[in-house]
């Protein structure tokens, strides 16, 4: 007989036992099948599993995990990657396969970050480093038994028309709509991407409500509205006298999201001491607060946004390319307006009726050349760019329907005569040369003025960060004035 099936054997005879020892205990909190083929790890983990009152299954091997997996309606995988006759990492798509809902939580000794980001992609809920500690394992399992819990079987598979706080329901947001669904079952960091506008916070509230950390804290922080300083601050947390103005004990965004979700909103706005201080949390799991003489351990998932994608965040010099990697295990990308118009009717009743009820006016409909109207309008200011045109529109106005000429003087409300392009200019006429620059001054005080000063709302439109127009004027106050 050789080791493998004698480990086998001998977890076999364990499940008898098991089985004979808990005829008359109270009902188990979940059943969890354990894969490991180091016998004392395999003893240690199923002990604590018990202890903590799961039905615990056991296997040594691939083989008779997949044995186990087919004749036991487990909720729960522990999985061991490494083991004697087939990687662990093979046996997460054939699981899933058979049982979409099960909450696979992967263990290795591996600390590649390659290791732990391909389990992840195929569907590992987390990613467990050896040796585990009894407070990371416990962890670890009430996330998965929260998320099996919240599995419904008989929704597999059914096609729901919007999620969240979304609204349209076009194939390309039916694509984001899978893609939130598939993040959910998952504890890995995210990276959501897109135009301002797009909807990427509303993705990331999605992500986590569906999640197994629904009922945990979602906490956002805003990397971009933030000075250097306050941002570590912020985001680690200090303690009382650890600097001037330091009056009291701050917990900080990662330490107020413990157990739940952090999005890092304008994550390549993000101080290059900052990120150095963020990588070494994905990587430990714990955080120093300022001040602080030990550190702490934080169980979030971190969820990261901005405007470009991963690598073009890299490429650009906002984020070093090692964090990039951490947060960028899973990633969605929030399309433009412009590639899903077929929406914009349905988002612009939906948010004609919510802003008329909150403002107490009567708009019932939107006439027929204003919807046509919203429907070739370019929106790049996205979704959030046709809400506040609308809601300006129901705020000067009353019903009870909407018209073009009811539509707010910042959008500009011309009619697009057939086949002509939006200026043409005269035979003659010679070409006004402006600098990079100038555009770009001119681009931002525009957006400034359509929102009546507002900073942080032009920055949204404009998809960058409110530091980045707050730097520019700053420059532009000690230039001369222009002549122009």
Not at 152 to 162: E, R, V, Y
Not at 178 to 196: H, K, N, T, Y
Not at 460 to 484: D, F, M, N
Request: proline share 7%.
């Amino acid at each position: 007989m050789n080791d493998s099936q004698a480990k086998s054997e001998s977890c076999l005879e364990e499940d008898k036992r098991a089985g004979q020892s808990t005829q008359n205990d109270p009902i188990p909190r979940g059943r969890i099948l354990l894969v490991e083929d180091v016998a004392s790890l395999r003893a240690i983990y199923q002990t604590h599993l018990r202890n903590a009152g799961f039905e615990v299954h056991t296997a040594a091997s691939a083989s008779d995990a997949l044995a186990l997996f087919r004749s036991h309606p487990v909720e729960i995988v522990l999985l061991d990657l490494m083991l004697p006759d087939r990687d662990g990492d093979e046996l997460i798509p054939e699981m899933l396969a058979l049982r979409a809902r099960t909450a696979i939580l992967v263990l290795t000794a591996d600390r590649s970050v390659d290791r732990a980001v391909n389990a992840m992609r195929l569907g590992a809920l987390d990613v467990l480093i050896k040796p585990v500690s009894e407070t990371r394992l416990s962890n670890a399992i009430e996330n998965a038994r929260s998320f099996a819990m919240q599995a419904n079987p008989q929704s597999d598979g059914q096609n729901t028309a919007t999620i969240g706080a979304f609204i349209g329901q076009s194939p390309r947001m039916q694509k984001v709509y899978d893609q939130i669904r598939s993040a959910a079952r998952s504890v890995a960091p995210l990276f959501i991407w897109g135009e301002s506008g797009t909807g990427k916070e509303l993705c990331a509230h999605a992500i986590h409500a569906l999640g197994s950390r629904a009922k945990a804290p979602f906490v956002t922080l805003d990397c971009g509205a933030l000075p250097a300083d306050r941002l570590d601050s912020e985001l680690f947390g200090h303690r009382q006298g650890a600097f001037p103005g330091a009056l009291n004990d701050k917990a900080g965004a990662l330490l107020n999201a413990n157990g739940g979700s952090l999005l890092l909103d304008n994550v390549c706005e993000l101080d290059p001491t900052v990120q150095t201080k963020l990588l070494r949390f994905l990587e430990s799991g714990c955080i120093k607060p300022f001040g602080a003489d030990e550190p702490v351990q934080v169980d979030v998932r971190v969820i990261s946004a901005a405007a470009h994608p991963p690598m073009e965040v890299v490429n650009l010099g906002r984020m070093r390319e090692d964090l990039q990697y951490r947060l960028h295990v899973l990633s969605i990308e929030m399309p433009p307006l412009r590639e899903h118009p077929e929406d914009i009717e349905t988002i612009a009743r939906a948010a004609l009726d919510r802003f008329s009820a909150e403002e107490q006016r009567s708009f019932t409909a939107i006439n027929p050349d204003a919807m046509s109207w919203l429907q070739s309008h370019s929106w790049p200011g996205n979704v959030r760019q046709l809400m506040n045109v609308l809601r300006a529109a129901v705020v000067m106005h009353d019903g009870p329907e909407l018209s073009v000429e009811m539509l707010p003087d910042s959008v500009n409300r011309a009619p697009k005569s057939p086949g002509a392009s939006p200026s043409t200019p005269c035979a003659n006429a010679q070409p006004v040369i402006r600098t990079l620059a100038e555009i770009e001054r001119e681009a931002i005080e525009a957006a400034i003025e359509r929102h009546d000063g507002s900073i942080p709302r032009a920055a949204q439109e404009l998809g960058v960060a409110p530091s980045t127009i707050y730097r520019k004027r700053e420059t532009w106050e000690h230039e001369a004035p222009s002549t122009h």
